[in-house]
């Protein structure tokens, strides 16, 4: 089971965000029906959830600016090639809330609405999840810094840089495959779809920039 | 019979998203007799139509929209029954899907919703779907087929949706839409239009079958 502390924190940040946040200021009806909504979505995060939560260290090799991560992603990335020298430590943290949108379109008896929200509220739970994750990860090394590292593809068309679905399906191959719960389609979509995989550098205090 | 007081009543509660006012007015209405079929005309699409204005304006937001098409949604529950006994006709048959490949379904949904509340009838294929799907909605009478891609790596599929209907001799529209979709796009590929919201991608679907400029 997820901790409600985690779906209440999602919930709180949705409520924040100026979508929901104008909406909901604006009161009457349409703020009522919208508190059902996440009142819903609340339920419905939390009943299905089967959160995993899965980091292994990974290999990294430089040479010069460039990198190579688990022998098989190569990254050119000047900083994090000197931050690895400095004795930064690489890991690859995966966390899953384990369960998919048809499920969860079930669960609200394919109410569009519920599901729009509860869509929202998953990602914000999911990285409420993450980043639980990444301080406790962190934890036990005070004065360390962890910082995600983007493991991005080529601009496609000049439009925004997306992570690269084989550069993710490499580093996901690199969990054991008996205990990961996760996989990725050609298209670069995680199934389940309520997943985020990262890769952190764990930084010591000498070899903060 | 509803009062022109009640269908105003009716038109706010929609916009308001007051999912109860809606049952409770559009339950009175199909009690006493009304006709349905132009009360969906004539006050509660052209509430939707606002809703959709609203948005598109930037003076609500998409939970908004949510709310008030899920209050819609509500009457259209009630109606449907009623008008599926007679021989009333949708405005037209759209289905809609994300193409071979895509699993996300947020943006489809929205659009769902708002076709539903502009009137058409819609069948939703879900995600992931397959050439062939989009190909055998057409046969079971669909008019416009709707396809949704969230990313680059998805939105070449829309080309091979095209390809096979017209290989498979469907007259169907198309009309495209999805975060990485652009109008520039939907002409290179050929689609009949491009939607580029969920209140867009309603103008499009009529755009696309000559119902509006």
């Known amino acids: 089971m997820l901790g409600a502390s985690l779906v209440n924190q999602a919930r709180a940040r949705i409520e924040r965000q100026a979508r929901y946040a104008t909406a909901l200021s604006r009161g009457g009806a349409r703020a009522s029906a919208l508190r059902a909504l996440l009142d819903r979505a609340c339920q ?3 009943a299905l959830s089967r959160p995993q939560d899965l980091r292994i260290p990974v290999e990294a090799e430089t040479d010069g600016d460039d990198i190579l991560i688990a022998r098989s992603v190569e990254l050119r990335n000047p900083t ?3 931050d690895l020298r400095r004795a ?11 369960y998919d949108q048809d499920a969860a379109f079930d669960w609200a008896e394919r109410d569009y609405a519920v599901h729009h929200v509860q869509t929202d509220l998953a990602r914000e739970t999911l990285f409420a999840f ?3 994750s990444d301080r406790a990860f962190r934890a036990p090394h005070p004065g360390w810094r962890l910082i995600r590292v983007p493991v991005q593809a080529e601009a496609a068309c000049g439009e925004r840089r997306l992570w690269d679905p084989a550069a993710v399906q490499a580093l996901l191959a690199q969990f054991p495959t008996h205990s990961c719960p996760v996989s990725l389609t050609d298209t670069g979509f995680f199934r389940p779809l309520h997943t985020v995989l990262r890769l952190n550098l764990l930084l010591p205090p000498q070899g903060r920039r | 019979m509803l009062t022109e007081e009640d269908k105003d009543d009716l038109f706010a509660a929609i916009c308001d998203g007051d999912r109860e006012t809606v049952v409770s007015l559009v339950t009175r209405a199909r009690d006493e007799g009304e006709d349905l079929a132009r009360l969906v005309k004539d006050t509660m699409i ?4 606002e809703v959709g204005e609203l948005f598109s304006a930037g003076e609500i937001f998409v939970p908004e929209m949510l709310v008030a098409a899920r209050a819609m949604q509500g009457g259209i529950d009630i109606i449907e029954p009623v008008l599926a006994a007679t021989d009333h006709e949708p405005l037209a048959r759209v289905c809609i899907g994300s193409v071979k490949g895509d699993l996300h379904d947020i943006g489809k949904n929205l659009v769902v919703m708002m076709l539903k509340g502009a009137g058409f009838e819609v069948e939703d294929l879900g995600v992931d779907v397959s050439n062939e799907a989009f190909a055998a909605a057409c046969d079971r009478g669909n008019s416009v087929v709707c396809l949704s891609a969230l990313l680059t790596t998805t939105r070449p599929q829309m080309v091979k949706v095209i390809a096979h209907l017209k290989a498979s001799g469907k007259s169907a529209k198309v009309v495209i839409g999805g975060a990485v979709v652009t109008q ?5 590929i050929g689609a009949d239009a491009f939607g580029e919201d969920a209140p867009g991608a ?4 009529k755009r696309a079958l000559g119902l509006a400029n």
């Open chain 1, 44 to 46: 419905c995060v939390t």
């Open chain 1, 80 to 82: 994090l090639a000197r």
């Open chain 1, 88 to 98: 930064g430590r690489l890991s690859a943290g995966l966390c899953s809330l384990g």
């Open chain 1, 130 to 132: 993450a980043r639980a």
């Open chain 2, 184 to 188: 520039d796009f939907a002409d290179i």
């Open chain 2, 46 to 49: 052209p509430a939707m139509a």
């Open chain 2, 202 to 205: 309603v103008r499009a679907v």
